[in-house]
């Protein structure tokens, strides 16, 4: 059996177990359904190209090269994309201080984030939100005022898990400006995805979703988010800045 024909083969299977219409498969995977019909009919000798594979196993979650290999009929691990918990991996810990050239700190004197009231934090839909008293580096307003950030705009965000490790290990702090939220493809964001807040690094597909992506992909796969589900996810915020003490 060819890989064509084993493409062929595991198609019929993933909408046989997914329980999706072709329609509704080719939404998910970022197809047309003209096209996945013409795979599955019998008169159009049409096959899957090596682009669909891929954007196939992305969408549900499965390794590289599953559509080139036969499987049995077992119930298959369609991975994280399609896992209806959505783990978490930032906390909000509160506001940024900034400091004017004129006026430094006295020894041992450290700068604490402001915490905005609960009507501020609902304001900016930021979930699972608790005041954490941890300490944030200063910033000169210059700096941001050249990068064309204000300080209203910024929330600090705790990095927690190793999904965007080793660039972003447990525990790093996030600079976040919550008025960047139009997306270019492999910037830094953090997101509230139904209700958890993440940090993910985002790519726009052709098919109008988005696609979400750790650091420490070996773990944490790619994760595909169709027109169906956009609507889960909100943009906080563009991530500017992170420190990390280890």
Not at 78 to 103: H, K, Q, V, Y
Not at 119 to 139: C, E, S, Y
Not at 155 to 170: F, Q, T, Y
């Amino acid at each position: 059996m060819t890989i064509k024909e084993i493409r062929t083969e595991n198609l019929v299977l993933l909408l046989k177990q997914s329980q999706l219409t072709q329609a509704e498969f080719a939404k998910k995977v970022g197809t047309s359904a003209a096209y996945i019909s013409q795979i599955l009919s019998s008169k159009i000798r049409r096959y899957m190209g090596d682009m669909v594979a891929r954007n196939i196993e992305m969408a549900f979650g499965l390794y590289k090269g599953w559509m080139d290999q036969r499987h049995d009929t077992a119930l298959i691990d369609f991975g994280r994309s399609i896992n209806p918990e959505i783990p978490a991996n930032a906390e909000f810990i509160g506001d940024l201080e900034t400091w004017d050239d004129g006026a430094p700190l006295a020894q041992g004197e450290i700068v604490l984030p402001r915490f905005p009231d609960s009507t501020q934090l609902a304001g900016i839909g930021l979930p699972n939100m608790r005041k954490l008293p941890i300490p944030i580096l200063r910033f000169s307003k210059a700096s941001l005022k050249q990068l064309g950030i204000e300080e209203k705009n910024i929330k600090c965000l705790n990095i927690s898990g190793n999904s965007m490790a080793p660039v972003l290990p447990e525990g790093t702090i996030l600079g976040v400006d919550i008025s960047k939220t139009a997306i270019t493809d492999g910037d830094l964001y953090a997101i509230d995805h139904a209700g958890s807040l993440r940090v993910k690094m985002i790519y726009k597909m052709v098919s109008g979703g988005i696609r979400l992506r750790s650091y420490n992909i070996q773990e944490w796969p790619d994760e595909l988010i169709g027109l169906d589900e956009i609507k889960k996810v909100k943009i906080v915020g563009r991530v500017f800045w992170w420190t990390v003490l280890r």
